[in-house]
T-cell receptor
């Protein structure tokens, strides 16, 4: 049966530290991956994406790493700021599909 | 350019009542998606429109949920009759055609927060 009352995984960091948020996916056919940030009361916002033919992609203060061997994705945020506090979701899409499949999300809390 | 807009932003209804959620995608976006997030859980896919056609409705939980997209513009998601477990936030998203298979950003609205009491 379905569990209830589960808490989101939470990562607490100090302002200025680097944050690493991890995500595992299960579909070997996934070839496109996206990280979204959801702030309280808002919808998910696109942060960065990566295709399966890459293993690293950098944006402004963010880096996504992809390890297809172990089906693992991570989001690194450099010099984390209080404004980075949010729930972060990874999503994946299989080839030819428009539909991203989301993970449960990780709550990032940044302490000033 | 306006983003994806959803209405209402919040709704509290009694069990057994009907609620209709509306989504206006970004102008020109033929792909429209509905997702739902129940508290503390993942964002779950409900269905996908391409223009006015339902491309994939495999995520719709049961026949109490009806989605339409008349004319391929805005979409509605009706829940009738609502049950307690329908509470959650319903997200609409849109994207242009041509991005299936990777490299196409999906833009989300701010969600319609539904509470069934």
């Amino acid at each position: 049966g379905e569990s209830v009352g589960l808490h989101l995984p939470t990562l607490s960091v100090q302002e200025g530290d680097n944050s690493i948020i991890n995500c595992a996916y299960s579909n070997s056919a996934s070839d496109y991956f996206i990280w979204y940030k959801q702030e309280s009361g808002k919808g998910p916002q696109f942060i960065i994406d990566i295709r399966s033919n890459m293993d690293k992609r950098q944006g402004q203060r963010v880096t996504v790493l992809l390890n297809k061997t172990v089906k693992h994705l991570s989001l690194q945020i450099a010099a984390t700021q209080p404004g980075d506090s949010a729930v972060y979701f990874c999503a994946s899409r299989a080839g030819g599909s428009y539909i991203p499949t989301f993970g449960r999300g990780t709550s990032l809390i940044v302490h000033p | 350019e306006a983003g994806v807009t959803q209405f209402p932003s919040h709704s509290v209804i009694e069990k057994g009542q009907t609620v209709t959620l509306r989504c206006d995608p970004i102008s020109g976006h033929d792909n429209l998606y509905w997702y739902r997030r129940v508290m503390g859980k993942e964002i779950k896919f409900l269905l996908h429109f391409v223009k006015e056609s339902k491309q994939d409705e495999s995520g719709m939980p049961n026949n109490r949920f009806l989605a339409e997209r008349t004319g391929g513009t805005y979409s509605t998601l009706k829940v009738q009759p609502a049950e307690l477990e329908d509470s959650g936030v319903y997200f609409c998203a849109s994207s242009p055609l041509g991005g299936g298979g990777g490299g196409n950003t999906i833009y989300f609205g701010e969600g319609s927060w539904l509470t069934v009491v």
